[in-house]
């Protein structure tokens, strides 16, 4: 599918936000949804010609990871799936959930100080030490982060973030609310640098994550995929630093959830 007619395709899927939920095992398959009930986080790394293998059943965002695979033929690829268990069963969220959750989402400044659990170094890490929405890539004036009563169809917002490992960069946010779901997908602007060395060239990383009401349950899934350098260990770096931001961005969405249906957190 070409990236245009993926896009206009949009207009006609936002008639129908209201769509009721589907179950976990209907969204995931019955062994992923047994596993991830038991608390597994499944996850898949991929090189040289990836193709989805946790993708869930749900139309737009097979349609959305199929065609960025096709736009930009990525290298490397790290899929992951999570689950988010309701505070109280119920069969959908609310639109006034959906609506906290979707603000809450686009609540950019608060990934800074995210911190993730470092394998190799067995400790905590902060993944994100500075996070901001910004007016735009070229004047790069800092904006609040963007409030609205209801999900947009579709919105892109542009953000400035220095990583734990490819330092201070500009990316694309775009953001969909779709049948059963909340889409967003991050695009790089600038290159993603490790020292002196061009990694992923500007626009050659997407990292989508999909949020999708599933009954009792949200289903998290998020795949980032890049094009990467042609230097030897590169795209091993580069798949482990997907995995941590992955885990990252998983841990940022449960707090943003629990926000979202008045959850307590307590010390």
Not at 123 to 142: G, H, K, L, W
Request: with cysteine; aromatic share 10%; glycine share 6%.
């Amino acid at each position: 599918m070409k990236l245009k007619t993926f896009f206009f395709s949009i207009t006609l899927l936002s008639i129908c936000l209201g769509a009721s939920a589907l179950s976990l095992e209907a969204l995931a398959g019955s062994a992923f949804a047994n596993a991830l009930r038991a608390g597994e986080k499944p996850i898949m790394v991929q090189v040289r010609n990836p193709q989805p293998q946790l993708l869930p059943r749900h139309q737009f965002s097979r349609d959305l990871v199929e065609t960025m695979l096709l736009d930009f033929g990525p290298n490397v690829m790290v899929e992951t799936l999570h689950v988010y268990e309701k505070p109280l069963p119920v069969s959908a969220w609310s639109a006034d959930e959906k609506a906290r959750l979707y603000n809450n989402l686009l609540a950019l400044s608060t990934l800074t100080g995210l911190e993730y659990f470092s394998a190799s170094r067995g400790r905590m890490r902060t993944f994100y030490e500075s996070s901001i929405v910004i007016n735009d890539p070229a004047n790069r004036n800092p904006i609040n982060d963007p409030v609205f009563a209801e999900p947009q169809a579709r919105l892109t917002v542009y953000a400035r973030q220095r990583d734990s490992t490819f330092g201070d960069n500009i990316y694309r946010y775009d953001y969909y609310a779709v049948p059963g779901g909340i889409v967003f997908v991050q695009q790089n602007i600038t290159p993603l640098r490790l020292g002196f060395i061009t990694a992923v060239a500007s626009n050659n990383l997407r990292s989508a994550v999909a949020i999708l009401d599933a009954g009792d349950y949200i289903l998290i899934y998020a795949a980032s995929m890049a094009n990467t350098a042609s230097i030897p260990g590169i795209r091993d770096r580069i798949g482990n630093s997907f995995a941590n931001r992955a885990e990252a961005i998983l841990n940022w969405f449960r707090g943003q959830a629990d926000k979202a249906f008045g959850v307590t957190i307590s010390n």
